[in-house]
């Protein structure tokens, strides 16, 4: 009996092999693993919303940002909280929350002694360095002012948002840094949403834009006024100027402005700003070198879907998917719509390839927020993962074919042009229903695996470790930065592993309304060895870095080439198994 | 279109109530009336007030001997003998009748009551010449009196003779034209198909009968002939306010505002059309029809599905559902449905479309060519067609194709937002910026008055709201 189950298990094993060979690494069936371990890491944060969600507003919240505030190496954690139209007087009501990652797999809740916990009515969250001294700040976007937490460097933060000259009254969204004039100094963008105000309110099912399949509902965004976003200039001294107008980034028309990030589009050397505007055409505002922007989101493609329709557009999602050198957009959109691919065909020429790629197989019932191009099972290619979660509880009380509570799709990347929807083969957390909105993506526990940290409405967040069990290989890079800018945002990285050539960018922004790791993380497959890194920095300075094994966590300064290898941590691999 | 104007002498009529014989009240007033100025003989004249009430009540036997009485004393009394002979004919008498009219005419030729009744009775025997001649004599000795004018110019404008028939109504004295005379000239210059100065007859009607529905819906027909579908929109809209309730009055509303890009109002008028006829299958397909128009045409589904079951003949139906279901991304059932419609009617270039898009959709470009192409071959001129072929050689990155399809929609149709916006990424991906950016432009206001119809379809007239059903 014994002979006869170790024969059935080598054949299994010679089966799987064979099938794995026969498929190739990038198209090999999904093994790695996702697992919910928010309680067993400690994280006891609550987001507060309102349970029938009768205003926009209270729909919109759950930024998440991870960063390393405290520069232990480790991640940490900061959620945005909400409060409701009932407690909006209360600033004190519903509290946001800093976690500080113990490097072994589990987090303290620091945020009292941060002092980051009221910042009133927020949205988003970007972790970046606004000052360039080196430690992470926090720049939460809120219904109403903004707060630019500036670091200490102690554990603590101080609000400094007047004196840097960072507020935005209106309800901001999503917030990023990018240096658009190549000063060496990150600049500002704030994308606005609705102009919306408390004493105002849109009278709930009230009206055309008040319903949905003939449900009252929340109002909006159509229907309601818009509100156009900001561009601050850093000025270099820790104050920055608004150069809104003058930048030509204003949205006189008032577009409802979620997801935004900074990326080089077109590989000019120069940042360029993409905005998902929600039931409106997308930005893409192309930077002229001299301080001002053309928004060229129609003629690029990017603005609107293949028909020429506007989409529910949330978040978004940049990456060079395809291993082409140019980055390509994907943003989450509303239910009945298709989450968009924009693939980048030829220099600031887009298509939609969202049907062509298969993302366009599964659309129907999702309303997606949070996304990232992350390779969840190393193999070289950028996969893509969406969070969804309804905006209208009251689809619970009809038939229409959508839950207000919905499950995250994962998308594989094939590795020829098309993706694979695979989450129910990658655990079944990635399957439990949640109004999900914020995603934030980054190495939490240094293991070389991207884990997935995720800010839900009415309850409680989601940690996702990512177990790998793919067996491949990987390699995750820090770039530090110089002069105001040390985290080398802007940068380009070309990553040359034998056959495999990938590229990524140090971005700021991106997802929903979140901040991610800003370390680039690339996948192998099974490539021990990487033949080049070559360090595109901002300021045109190009470096290489040649023959690093894989597996390992390498830092690279400016000037100075690889500064720092590190293994993958070890002393938290019980968590979440 | 539903609604039709009436035009030509056939269907003058059916806008035309008759003048009855029935009523009888209006000539025994106007002939009490004249018999009270010239006779003061009270026993006399309570007989005659008593025939007239015997007549109101129906008691044609009674009436007739009270004016046998009457008749005895003044035997060549032209209004009693125009009574009696009306109280004759309601007693199936008919050719007495005519005896009796011919000596109240005789007796009294400026009788307007007399010869009015005696063509009357020459109508109703279908004797519409001999109905005419009758007027026309009696107008000889009563050349003003409009009731004898406006029956003549009624019986002309029958035979097709309008400028006749307008010529009698000018000669009404102008103290006599009230909201009737109005009326009446406005029917004739309609039947003439002289919209403008029908409209203006009918509003001069309107001004003394500010809530007839019947003259607002001649109005609506009216605008709709001239082309002018925002004024329609305004007398529809207006009736309705006047009868809120009226299922049909609800679906000429609904079929306007669709006329006027008004998708909301004509879908709320139909939803409370359909809750006082549920079955009705016009109104159920016209429902589904304008709820594929909005944001909310997944709710076309159940109002096409009913009326294919009352009607599984009629490939409109298939159609539609096949449309409906492909919006709801329900392919399979779709594709039958568009399928049943080629069955049907082989000749239907909208399910070839339909079925087009489907394989476009289904990423099968094979045959999403083939169906377009054949959509194309059955109606050369389907803008959709040409745009959808454009969809696919765009997707195959066959440019030039994709731009001569999307030229040949534009020029078809040429407010269609999307085809613009895909000329413009056509252009670009040529090289061709300046096209780009001009196709863009184009796009953009296209756009904007696509957006400006929808705020407009928010405006709400009142007398529709209220009591909103759901399917």
Same mark, same amino acid.
């Given at each position: 009996?014994?002979?006869?189950?170790?024969?059935?298990?080598?054949?299994?094993?010679?089966?799987?092999?064979?099938?794995?060979?026969?498929?190739?690494?990038?198209?090999?069936?999904?093994?790695?693993?996702?697992?919910?371990?928010?309680?067993?890491?400690?994280?006891?944060?609550?987001?507060?919303?309102?349970?029938?969600?009768?205003?926009?507003?209270?729909?919109?919240?759950?930024?998440?940002?991870?960063?390393?505030?405290?520069?232990?190496?480790?991640?940490?954690?900061?959620?945005?909280?909400?409060?409701?139209?009932?407690?909006?007087?209360?600033?004190?009501?519903?509290?946001?929350?800093?976690?500080?990652?113990?490097?072994?797999?589990?987090?303290?809740?620091?945020?009292?002694?941060?002092?980051?916990?009221?910042?009133?009515?927020?949205?988003?969250?970007?972790?970046?360095?606004?000052?360039?001294?080196?430690?992470?700040?926090?720049?939460?976007?809120?219904?109403?002012?903004?707060?630019?937490?500036?670091?200490?460097?102690?554990?603590?933060?101080?609000?400094?948002?007047?004196?840097?000259?960072?507020?935005?009254?209106?309800?901001?969204?999503?917030?990023?840094?990018?240096?658009?004039?190549?000063?060496?100094?990150?600049?500002?963008?704030?994308?606005?949403?609705?102009?919306?105000?408390?004493?105002?309110?849109?009278?709930?099912?009230?009206?055309?834009?008040?319903?949905?399949?003939?449900?009252?509902?929340?109002?909006?965004?159509?229907?309601?006024?818009?509100?156009?976003?900001?561009?601050?200039?850093?000025?270099?001294?820790?104050?920055?100027?608004?150069?809104?107008?003058?930048?030509?980034?204003?949205?006189?028309?008032?577009?409802?402005?979620?997801?935004?990030?900074?990326?080089?589009?077109?590989?000019?050397?120069?940042?360029?700003?993409?905005?998902?505007?929600?039931?409106?055409?997308?930005?893409?505002?192309?930077?002229?070198?001299?301080?001002?922007?053309?928004?060229?989101?129609?003629?690029?493609?990017?603005?609107?879907?293949?028909?020429?329709?506007?989409?529910?557009?949330?978040?978004?999602?940049?990456?060079?998917?395809?291993?082409?050198?140019?980055?390509?957009?994907?943003?989450?959109?509303?239910?009945?719509?298709?989450?968009?691919?924009?693939?980048?065909?030829?220099?600031?020429?887009?298509?939609?390839?969202?049907?062509?790629?298969?993302?366009?197989?599964?659309?129907?019932?999702?309303?997606?927020?949070?996304?990232?191009?992350?390779?969840?099972?190393?193999?070289?290619?950028?996969?893509?993962?969406?969070?969804?979660?309804?905006?209208?509880?009251?689809?619970?009380?009809?038939?229409?074919?959508?839950?207000?509570?919905?499950?995250?799709?994962?998308?594989?990347?094939?590795?020829?042009?098309?993706?694979?929807?695979?989450?129910?083969?990658?655990?079944?957390?990635?399957?439990?229903?949640?109004?999900?909105?914020?995603?934030?993506?980054?190495?939490?526990?240094?293991?070389?695996?991207?884990?997935?940290?995720?800010?839900?409405?009415?309850?409680?967040?989601?940690?996702?470790?990512?177990?790998?069990?793919?067996?491949?290989?990987?390699?995750?890079?820090?770039?530090?930065?110089?002069?105001?800018?040390?985290?080398?945002?802007?940068?380009?990285?070309?990553?040359?592993?034998?056959?495999?050539?990938?590229?990524?960018?140090?971005?700021?922004?991106?997802?929903?309304?979140?901040?991610?790791?800003?370390?680039?993380?690339?996948?192998?497959?099974?490539?021990?060895?990487?033949?080049?890194?070559?360090?595109?920095?901002?300021?045109?300075?190009?470096?290489?870095?040649?023959?690093?094994?894989?597996?390992?966590?390498?830092?690279?300064?400016?000037?100075?080439?690889?500064?720092?290898?590190?293994?993958?941590?070890?002393?938290?691999?019980?968590?979440?198994? | 279109?539903?609604?039709?104007?009436?035009?030509?002498?056939?269907?003058?009529?059916?806008?035309?109530?008759?003048?009855?014989?029935?009523?009888?009240?209006?000539?025994?007033?106007?002939?009490?009336?004249?018999?009270?100025?010239?006779?003061?003989?009270?026993?006399?004249?309570?007989?005659?007030?008593?025939?007239?009430?015997?007549?109101?009540?129906?008691?044609?036997?009674?009436?007739?001997?009270?004016?046998?009485?009457?008749?005895?004393?003044?035997?060549?009394?032209?209004?009693?003998?125009?009574?009696?002979?009306?109280?004759?004919?309601?007693?199936?008498?008919?050719?007495?009748?005519?005896?009796?009219?011919?000596?109240?005419?005789?007796?009294?030729?400026?009788?307007?009551?007399?010869?009015?009744?005696?063509?009357?009775?020459?109508?109703?025997?279908?004797?519409?010449?001999?109905?005419?001649?009758?007027?026309?004599?009696?107008?000889?000795?009563?050349?003003?009196?409009?009731?004898?004018?406006?029956?003549?110019?009624?019986?002309?404008?029958?035979?097709?003779?309008?400028?006749?028939?307008?010529?009698?109504?000018?000669?009404?004295?102008?103290?006599?034209?009230?909201?009737?005379?109005?009326?009446?000239?406005?029917?004739?210059?309609?039947?003439?198909?002289?919209?403008?100065?029908?409209?203006?007859?009918?509003?001069?009607?309107?001004?003394?009968?500010?809530?007839?529905?019947?003259?607002?819906?001649?109005?609506?027909?009216?605008?709709?002939?001239?082309?002018?579908?925002?004024?329609?929109?305004?007398?529809?809209?207006?009736?309705?306010?006047?009868?809120?309730?009226?299922?049909?009055?609800?679906?000429?509303?609904?079929?306007?505002?669709?006329?006027?890009?008004?998708?909301?109002?004509?879908?709320?008028?139909?939803?409370?059309?359909?809750?006082?006829? !549920? $079955?009705? =299958?016009?109104?159920?397909?016209? /429902? +589904?029809? #304008? &709820?594929?128009?909005?944001?909310? %045409?997944? @709710? *076309?589904?159940?109002?096409?599905?009913?009326?294919?079951?009352?009607? !599984? $003949?009629? =490939?409109?139906?298939?159609?539609? /559902? +096949?449309? #409906? &279901?492909?919006?709801?991304?329900? %392919?399979? @059932? *779709?594709?039958?449905?568009?399928?049943?419609?080629?069955?049907?009617?082989?000749?239907?270039?909208?399910?070839?479309?339909? /079925? +087009?898009?489907?394989?476009?959709?289904?990423?099968?470009?094979?045959? *999403?060519?083939?169906?377009?192409?054949?959509?194309?071959?059955?109606?050369?001129?389907?803008?959709?067609?040409?745009?959808? /072929? +454009?969809?696919?050689?765009?997707?195959?990155?066959?440019?030039?194709?994709?731009?001569?399809?999307?030229?040949?929609?534009?020029?078809?149709?040429?407010?269609?937002?999307?085809?613009?916006?895909?000329?413009?990424?056509?252009?670009?991906?040529?090289?061709?910026?300046?096209?780009?950016?001009?196709?863009?432009?184009?796009?953009?206001?296209?756009?904007?008055?696509?957006?400006?119809?929808?705020?407009?379809?928010?405006?709400?007239?009142?007398?529709?709201?209220?009591?909103?059903?759901?399917?």
């Amino acid at each position: 009996m014994k002979l006869l189950f170790l024969g059935v298990l080598i054949f299994a094993l010679v089966s799987y092999a064979g099938v794995a060979s026969l498929l190739g690494p990038s198209q090999a069936l999904p093994t790695s693993h996702f697992v919910d371990i928010t309680d067993a890491a400690g994280i006891r944060f609550k987001h507060i919303s309102a349970p029938d969600k009768k205003y926009i507003v209270e729909s919109m919240s759950g930024g998440v940002a991870l960063f390393d505030y405290d520069k232990d190496g480790c991640l940490d954690i900061y959620f945005t909280n909400a409060l409701t139209v009932e407690t909006a007087s209360d600033p004190k009501s519903s509290r946001s929350a800093l976690y500080h990652n113990n490097c072994d797999g589990t987090f303290t809740d620091v945020t009292d002694h941060a002092g980051v916990g009221y910042p009133g009515w927020a949205m988003g969250v970007l972790a970046g360095d606004f000052d360039g001294d080196g430690w992470e700040d926090l720049y939460v976007t809120c219904l109403g002012h903004n707060h630019l937490y500036h670091n200490n460097g102690n554990g603590t933060f101080t609000d400094i948002t007047d004196k840097a000259g960072v507020d935005d009254p209106r309800w901001s969204t999503g917030a990023a840094l990018g240096d658009f004039d190549n000063d060496g100094a990150p600049d500002l963008f704030v994308a606005n949403y609705v102009d919306f105000k408390l004493s105002d309110l849109p009278k709930f099912g009230k009206g055309k834009f008040c319903e949905y399949r003939g449900v009252p509902v929340q109002c909006g965004p159509r229907g309601l006024p818009g509100a156009g976003d900001s561009l601050f200039r850093n000025n270099g001294d820790g104050t920055f100027t608004n150069v809104t107008q003058k930048a030509g980034v204003s949205d006189p028309d008032g577009r409802y402005g979620l997801g935004v990030v900074w990326t080089d589009v077109d590989g000019d050397g120069w940042q360029d700003i993409y905005v998902a505007n929600d039931s409106g055409p997308n930005f893409l505002y192309h930077n002229k070198h001299d301080g001002t922007f053309e928004e060229i989101g129609y003629l690029t493609g990017t603005a609107v879907g293949e028909d020429g329709n506007e989409q529910g557009s949330m978040g978004v999602a940049v990456a060079d998917y395809l291993h082409t050198g140019r980055v390509a957009f994907f943003v989450s959109n509303f239910v009945d719509e298709y989450d968009t691919l924009y693939r980048h065909d030829k220099p600031l020429f887009f298509t939609d390839v969202s049907f062509a790629s298969g993302i366009a197989k599964v659309r129907g019932p999702w309303v997606g927020w949070g996304t990232a191009f992350f390779d969840y099972d190393n193999d070289g290619w950028p996969d893509l993962m969406v969070v969804n979660g309804h905006v209208y509880p009251q689809v619970d009380n009809i038939d229409v074919g959508s839950k207000y509570a919905q499950r995250i799709l994962l998308f594989h990347n094939n590795g020829d042009g098309t993706f694979t929807e695979v989450a129910a083969q990658t655990g079944e957390a990635l399957m439990v229903p949640r109004v999900s909105r914020g995603a934030a993506f980054g190495d939490l526990f240094n293991d070389g695996h991207i884990d997935v940290v995720i800010n839900n409405l009415d309850g409680k967040p989601t940690v996702l470790r990512n177990h790998g069990g793919d067996h491949n290989n990987w390699i995750t890079i820090k770039l530090l930065g110089t002069g105001k800018n040390p985290d080398a945002l802007g940068a380009r990285v070309k990553v040359v592993a034998g056959d495999l050539v990938q590229w990524d960018e140090v971005r700021s922004g991106g997802s929903y309304l979140s901040s991610s790791d800003l370390r680039l993380h690339f996948g192998l497959g099974r490539r021990t060895r990487v033949d080049l890194i070559e360090v595109h920095w901002p300021d045109g300075k190009v470096e290489a870095v040649k023959d690093v094994t894989a597996n390992n966590f390498l830092t690279i300064q400016y000037g100075q080439g690889l500064v720092k290898t590190a293994p993958p941590r070890t002393n938290n691999v019980d968590i979440g198994k | 279109m539903r609604i039709t104007v009436s035009a030509g002498a056939r269907v003058f009529r059916a806008y035309l109530p008759r003048v009855p014989i029935l009523r009888s009240s209006t000539l025994v007033l106007v002939a009490l009336v004249g018999w009270r100025s010239a006779r003061a003989q009270a026993p006399i004249a309570a007989q005659f007030q008593h025939a007239v009430r015997l007549m109101d009540a129906g008691d044609w036997q009674k009436a007739e001997q009270t004016l046998q009485v009457v008749l005895r004393a003044h035997p060549n009394d032209a209004d009693a003998l125009n009574l009696l002979g009306v109280a004759t004919v309601k007693q199936g008498r008919v050719d007495e009748a005519e005896a009796i009219f011919r000596k109240a005419t005789k007796s009294n030729p400026s009788l307007p009551a007399a010869w009015l009744n005696l063509a009357q009775l020459y109508e109703q025997r279908d004797d519409k010449e001999h109905g005419l001649q009758t007027l026309q004599e009696g107008l000889s000795h009563a050349p003003h009196d409009p009731r004898l004018l406006s029956e003549t110019a009624t019986l002309l404008a029958d035979r097709g003779q309008f400028a006749e028939a307008v010529r009698r109504l000018q000669a009404v004295p102008s103290a006599a034209r009230f909201s009737d005379y109005w009326e009446l000239l406005g029917r004739v210059y309609l039947s003439n198909s002289d919209f403008a100065k029908a409209e203006e007859a009918l509003l001069r009607a309107l001004h003394g009968k500010p809530e007839s529905v019947t003259m607002l819906r001649q109005l609506t027909g009216i605008a709709l002939k001239r082309g002018d579908t925002a004024r329609a929109w305004q007398y529809v809209a207006r009736a309705l306010r006047l009868a809120p309730n009226s299922p049909e009055l609800l679906y000429e509303y609904a079929q306007v505002s669709l006329q006027n890009k008004l998708s909301s109002e004509a879908v709320l008028a139909m939803r409370k059309a359909l809750l006082m006829e !549920p $079955d009705r =299958p016009d109104f159920l397909f016209f /429902l +589904g029809d #304008a &709820l594929l128009d909005t944001s909310d %045409f997944h @709710e *076309a589904l159940p109002y096409f599905r009913r009326y294919v079951e009352l009607r !599984p $003949d009629d =490939p409109r139906g298939h159609l539609s /559902l +096949g449309w #409906a &279901l492909f919006l709801e991304k329900s %392919f399979p @059932e *779709a594709r039958q449905h568009l399928e049943e419609t080629l069955r049907l009617d082989a000749k239907q270039a909208d399910a070839w479309y339909h /079925l +087009g898009m489907i394989a476009y959709e289904t990423n099968d470009s094979e045959k *999403a060519l083939e169906f377009l192409t054949h959509a194309l071959e059955v109606d050369p001129g389907h803008a959709r067609a040409h745009w959808g /072929l +454009g969809m696919v050689y765009s997707r195959e990155g066959r440019y030039e194709k994709s731009r001569d399809e999307f030229e040949a929609a534009a020029h078809l149709d040429p407010d269609e937002p999307k085809v613009h916006y895909q000329l413009s990424q056509v252009y670009a991906r040529l090289g061709e910026s300046e096209r780009a950016r001009s196709e863009l432009r184009l796009y953009q206001e296209a756009q904007k008055k696509s957006d400006e119809r929808i705020k407009l379809s928010q405006r709400l007239p009142s007398g529709v709201r209220g009591g909103q059903p759901r399917p």
